[in-house]
């Protein structure tokens, strides 16, 4: 998925980008646009959540029909859900004009990894009205969606928000996200059995709530799960969901109260925010 939330906001583990051309569509208010879940049914509440300003959508199907055979659509995921946008008579999509910024971007290369940023000052990090810029300080791990035009669109987990970022080289101003491997002699290589074992208990109570929430509700619910990786003295632990990460605040209290057990003895520390973990 693409991450946190529509975003998915989709955090993958060092997968290797893709070397052939996509279509995306970045919408700021995706909500407002007539849009349909994949048995083509209005969204719920839930799913309307789970849409984030400026998301990008994977364009499947730029223009499609519907079961009724003659509505026009655009089919279109966002790496971890379908959904059909409505056209109206003229072809545009419906409820553009409540929607916002609107930009379809065509010959993009779709990425669909994670990066740290090692430059030294940082990266600039702006949204696709070029109104909100920030820095992302180096160490900051970013979710990249695809590259087009010497830019580069991805997920900011410490600004929990989607924009641009100019293509920096790699190993000079980002290194891919890997699996953790710490050097076997160092105080979380010590650890880190035992904190797998604990993400992997939370995790298994994740799947069997949702596997119960979709036989409840007679739908698939992908279930939230939380994933390691490494940086240079630390160990991350990212939620991976289709949904806001803010509302798994208790799920990630309660993984932090285990791994803090875990770390009993070690000088290593646990600092935790909604969906999002660090031990160093």
Request: net charge positive; hydrophobic share 40%; aromatic share 8%.
């Amino acid at each position: 998925m693409w991450l946190p939330t529509a975003v998915a906001l989709a955090l993958l583990s060092g997968a290797a980008g893709a070397a052939f051309a996509e279509e995306f569509l970045i919408v700021q208010r995706p909500e407002r646009l007539r849009i349909f879940n994949r048995y083509q049914q209005h969204l719920s509440t839930e799913e309307r959540g789970r849409l984030r300003s400026f998301t990008p959508f994977r364009v499947i199907d730029a223009d499609a029909v519907m079961g009724d055979g003659f509505t026009r659509c655009m089919t279109v995921d966002d790496g971890a859900h379908l959904y059909y946008i409505q056209k109206d008579e003229e072809g545009e999509l419906f409820g553009a004009a409540d929607a916002g910024f609107i930009k379809r971007i065509q010959r993009a290369e779709p990425l669909r990894d994670s990066v740290e940023v090692i430059a030294s000052g940082g990266l600039t990090f702006f949204d696709p009205l070029e109104q909100v810029r920030s820095l992302l300080p180096r160490g900051a791990i970013v979710v990249r969606i695809f590259a087009t035009d010497r830019l580069t669109y991805a997920y900011a987990l410490s600004e929990h928000r989607y924009g641009w970022i100019r293509q920096p080289a790699r190993g000079q101003a980002w290194r891919p996200l890997k699996r953790a491997q710490p050097d076997a002699v160092s105080p979380i290589a010590r650890v880190m059995p035992a904190l797998a074992e604990r993400v992997e208990e939370v995790n298994g109570k994740l799947r069997r709530l949702f596997d119960h929430l979709g036989a409840k509700h007679n739908r698939q619910l992908p279930a939230p799960q939380w994933r390691m990786h490494s940086t240079p003295g630390a160990v991350l632990f990212v939620l991976e969901t289709s949904l806001p990460a803010e509302r798994f605040e208790e799920s990630s209290r309660q993984l932090a109260r285990k791994l803090e057990s875990a770390l009993l003895g070690t000088p290593l520390r646990v600092q935790a925010s909604a969906g999002y973990i660090e031990v160093r």
